[in-house]
């Protein structure tokens, strides 16, 4: 088992930036998937970015060039740097960790984008 314990969200004014962190620990596999998810009122969850353990990113469209991911192997953690920030960024942000074919998820953190 893993589990994930999130942290950051929070209100940010348009423009604005945000940094959200993700830990993971419990059984921990060196080769591995971790990244966010989001979900909106209504919509469907969605990639957000996620990392490997060799290092290959994956951007959602919509987050290129205003959104970063890294990693912390020796913390087990992904971090997730949010620029320039968008009312539609809004959403509940969920962490995601992949590894040995399975998939765990945190328990999400709220990022409203309003002035």
């Known amino acids: 088992q893993v589990q994930l314990v999130e942290s950051g969200g929070g209100l940010v004014q348009p423009g604005g930036s945000l940094s959200l962190s993700c830990a993971a620990s419990g059984t921990i596999f060196s080769i591995y998937v971790m990244g966010w998810y989001r979900q909106a009122p209504g919509k469907d969850r969605e990639l957000v970015a996620t990392i490997t353990n060799t290092g290959y990113t994956r951007f959602a469209n919509s987050v290129k060039g205003r959104f970063t991911i890294s990693r912390d192997d020796a913390k087990n953690a992904v971090h997730l740097q949010m620029n320039s920030l968008k009312p539609e960024d809004t959403a509940v942000y969920y962490c995601?960790?992949?590894?040995?074919?399975?998939?765990?998820w945190g328990k999400g953190t709220l990022v409203t984008v309003s002035s």
């Open positions: 995601l960790r992949s590894s040995d074919n399975r998939d765990y």
